[in-house]
Structure formats: C-alpha cells, structure tokens
C-alpha cells in the first residue's frame, strides 16, 4: 500500500504470457515506478489513451502526467516472463530519487477505494493468474490488483 495514491501490480513472481488488461485513470495525477520494474523490452509494454508509443521504461513511466479518463494499456507477449512491475500514482509528482521497495499486495483482488487514482479491466476474456485462482470477476482483470 501507499501513503500518497493508488498502485497497481502485475503481483507476485514473473508476469504471465499474453497479458492484456486496461488501467483505467479516474483521476488526474502522476505515476510512478515502485520497486522492481523488469519486462521484455521489445514485446512487453503500456500505452497511454490512443497512443501508439510503447512504454518500456521506469524513465519513460516515472512523473508521466496522467488525465482522468484515460486508459493505461498493459500487454506482454507469449515468450518470455520477467519480474514484473507495481506502479502507482499521487497527486503531486514523485522526487526524482532510486525507486523504493514496492508494496505488497494480493494477486487478482481488486481493493474498493474511494480515492483511488486507478481501476482495472480485462482487455481480453479473463486468463488463470498466475497462482492458478483466477480473479473473482471479470473486472478484476488479468493478474492484476488496485489497492489505496
């Protein structure tokens, strides 16, 4: 959890194959990379909206201004796992400091926040998560958590 905003995580372990989930933005705010942010930089990716630029990078992910409205799309290919990641997002724009250990938090729950920055949707039909539980309903989305 986090003491400025909302985060949203891949959770645990590895990201799975072929990954597809849309972050909605409910309000504006900035992102920002939490702990460990490893992913295939030639085939898994965010785009912002309509945007076709692949984001790869805590850089291009960091301080990156986000409007209320917007989706936030994650995708990962059906090679190669790695890490994962968490983001999250505040009011007010991160210090520009080495990134801090993430949050834990459950795999495929989904926690009802008020001032949540984010909301996540599947993309896709609903794959198994990671653990092999699923999440509990389709807007849950794919192996992914919200929480405040």
Do not use: K
């Not at 801090?100 to 998560?129: D, K, R, Y």
């Amino acid at each position: 959890t986090t003491t400025s905003g909302t985060c949203f995580t891949d959770g645990p372990g590895a990201h799975g194959n072929n990954e597809r989930c849309t972050i909605n933005v409910l309000r504006n705010g900035f992102l920002s990379v939490v702990g460990p942010f490893v992913i295939e930089t030639c085939c898994d990716y965010f785009t912002v909206g309509t945007s076709t630029t692949r984001l790869t990078t805590p850089a291009q992910l960091n301080n990156r201004a986000v409007v209320a409205g917007t989706p936030l799309n994650w995708r990962s290919d059906g090679s190669v796992t790695n890490a994962g990641f968490t983001i999250c997002a505040s009011s007010t724009m991160a210090p520009t400091l080495a990134p801090t250990a993430a949050p834990t938090m459950p795999l495929c729950s989904a926690a009802a926040v008020s001032s949540a920055f984010f909301s996540v949707s599947a993309a896709v039909p609903v794959q198994t998560c990671q653990n092999g539980a699923g999440p509990t309903t389709a807007a849950e989305g794919t192996c992914f958590t919200t929480t405040s």
